[in-house]
């Protein structure tokens, strides 16, 4: 069985691959993923999209169902299972229209002579978007939409991912510490708590 992989230049790609002789590797030239990617010929924002209308009507859903707030359904209700399942929903909800139309961008000869008329949604995705945040009381129109979409449109990197993750340690103590009321009041110094969270700190950077 043969195979053939096609990468960007990408850092974090695991080197010595061709040492698998069933697979053939094949580098894309630096500066042509925007280009070359299927993924980047408006299928990934239209996901974004779709993934965004997913959270909203889920966070409709919560607000109209139970009794939690939204802020109580984000800190203790959403996970990465949900998360999961949200992503998975939205790709599926990618039209064939946009498959259809990136590929042809790429590779018209892949693409079959025909129409899609009827695969797109009936209401544009921005236009659900906009509906569910109105029906939660948010102040939100088509344009917020496409700039928080556009927002993320860069990938981070390995420095910024790793301050995020320490930012995120820090916070996740800080509530603890804080917000915890302890059994014995006074059983703990502030200068105790910040030596503690000092060591932690050092700790989390060296793992």
Same mark, same amino acid.
């Given at each position: 069985?043969?195979?053939?992989?096609?990468?960007? !230049?990408?850092?974090?790609?695991?080197?010595?691959?061709?040492?698998?002789?069933?697979?053939?590797?094949?580098?894309?030239?630096?500066?042509?993923?925007?280009?070359?990617?299927?993924?980047?010929?408006?299928?990934?924002?239209?996901?974004?999209?779709?993934?965004?209308?997913?959270?909203?009507?889920?966070?409709?859903?919560?607000?109209? !169902?139970? !009794?939690?707030?939204?802020?109580?359904?984000?800190?203790?209700?959403? !996970?990465?299972?949900?998360?999961?399942?949200?992503?998975?929903?939205?790709?599926?909800?990618?039209?064939?229209?946009?498959?259809? /139309?990136?590929?042809?961008?790429?590779?018209?000869?892949?693409?079959?002579?025909?129409?899609?008329?009827?695969?797109?949604?009936?209401?544009?995705?921005?236009?659900?978007?906009? /509906?569910?945040?109105?029906?939660?009381?948010?102040?939100?129109?088509?344009?917020?939409?496409?700039?928080?979409?556009?927002?993320? /449109?860069?990938?981070?990197?390995?420095?910024?991912?790793?301050?995020?993750?320490?930012?995120?340690?820090?916070?996740?103590?800080?509530?603890?510490?804080?917000?915890?009321?302890?059994?014995?009041?006074?059983?703990? /110094?502030?200068?105790?708590?910040?030596?503690?969270?000092?060591?932690?700190?050092?700790?989390?950077?060296?793992?």
């Amino acid at each position: 069985m043969q195979a053939l992989l096609v990468l960007d !230049n990408a850092p974090a790609h695991p080197p010595n691959l061709e040492e698998f002789k069933f697979i053939k590797v094949l580098y894309l030239p630096p500066n042509t993923t925007p280009i070359l990617q299927s993924m980047d010929q408006q299928m990934i924002s239209d996901f974004k999209k779709l993934c965004t209308k997913h959270l909203f009507r889920r966070c409709f859903e919560v607000t109209e !169902n139970t !009794n939690l707030t939204l802020r109580e359904y984000w800190k203790n209700h959403f !996970n990465i299972v949900v998360c999961l399942r949200m992503i998975d929903r939205a790709w599926l909800s990618v039209t064939t229209r946009t498959l259809t /139309s990136a590929w042809k961008k790429l590779w018209p000869e892949s693409v079959a002579e025909r129409t899609f008329e009827g695969f797109e949604p009936e209401m544009p995705v921005e236009e659900e978007i906009v /509906s569910l945040g109105k029906s939660m009381g948010l102040v939100i129109d088509e344009r917020d939409v496409n700039e928080l979409v556009e927002e993320h /449109s860069q990938e981070l990197t390995t420095e910024e991912l790793q301050e995020l993750q320490s930012q995120q340690h820090s916070g996740v103590l800080q509530e603890i510490v804080f917000e915890e009321e302890p059994e014995v009041e006074d059983t703990i /110094s502030t200068s105790e708590i910040k030596e503690n969270l000092g060591m932690w700190e050092r700790v989390s950077q060296f793992v």
